[in-house]
């Protein structure tokens, strides 16, 4: 799995959200809207694998993973309140004026689902839903691995007062505990994960463009 990580580091996306890191962290307004998108997410993968996951399927790691995605979302919630008290905007809810590209931030994951439904099409009905919730947490843990880690090296330049090392590495345990599942649901997982992945790197591009065009201009 690392390597399908150092591929999307290494990729223009990865230069691309850096470049829009600097450009939004030191904006208070920006950034409290940036960081409840970041919430958002995580609030919308939470609502993903209580979808999906059937509960004669759903073991500990399960239980903690829907844990620590809510737990994500709180945190990242509160940062958004304090830097949008300090920037005047309201960040209260999830609403599209609340969040920056919010909207393109939840397109982005229901495509990726999307995909990764496509890349499943061959299975019984019964085994789909909780193979796609590997496929796409697998992914979305891959561009978490990439994210995260730059996100808090921003935040440290900035002197932002907050950190996200907490969330990457529940990321990390994550993603390893993606692959132990692929591996014994699909056997020989990486012919349908490396299509996704892919599908993946070209949505966030395109999400990518919408937060680019939204930070445009005085606080976006």
Same mark, same amino acid.
């Given at each position: 799995m690392q390597r399908y990580v150092e591929a999307s580091a290494s990729h223009e996306n990865a230069s691309r959200a850096r470049r829009l890191l600097d450009r939004v962290v030191p904006d208070p307004v920006l950034h409290a809207r940036f960081v409840n998108m970041l919430a958002?997410?995580?609030?919308?993968?939470? /609502? &993903?694998? $209580? &979808?999906?996951?059937? !509960?004669? /399927?759903?073991?500990? *790691?399960?239980?903690?993973?829907?844990l620590d995605e809510a737990v994500h979302a709180l945190r990242l919630k509160k940062a958004?309140? #304090?830097?949008?008290?300090?920037?005047?905007v309201d960040v209260r809810t999830f609403a599209a004026g609340a969040t920056l590209a919010g909207d393109a931030a939840e397109n982005y994951l229901q495509a990726l689902d999307h995909r990764a439904e496509e890349a499943l099409v061959d =299975?019984?009905?019964?085994?789909?839903?909780?193979? *796609?919730? =590997?496929?796409?947490?697998?992914?979305?843990e891959v561009r978490a691995q990439v994210f995260y880690p730059m996100y808090d090296q921003t935040l440290r330049a900035h002197g932002a007062g907050f950190?996200?090392? #907490?969330? !990457? &590495?529940?990321?990390?345990?994550?993603?390893?505990?993606?692959?132990?599942?692929?591996?014994?649901? $699909?056997?020989?997982?990486?012919?349908?994960?490396?299509?996704?992945? #892919?599908?993946?790197?070209? =949505? +966030?591009?395109? +999400?990518?463009? #919408?937060?680019e065009k939204a930070a445009e201009g005085p606080n976006g």
């Open positions: 958002r997410l995580e609030y919308i993968g939470v /609502r &993903k694998i $209580l &979808k999906s996951r059937r !509960s004669e /399927r759903l073991d500990l *790691n399960g239980l903690q993973h829907i958004a309140s #304090a830097l949008g008290g300090a920037g005047g =299975l019984p009905e019964i085994d789909r839903a909780e193979a *796609n919730y =590997l496929l796409t947490s697998a992914a979305v950190s996200v090392a #907490a969330i !990457s &590495k529940d990321e990390d345990r994550h993603l390893e505990e993606m692959t132990v599942a692929l591996g014994a649901a $699909l056997g020989d997982w990486r012919p349908r994960l490396e299509p996704v992945l #892919a599908a993946e790197e070209a =949505l +966030f591009s395109r +999400f990518l463009g #919408a937060l």
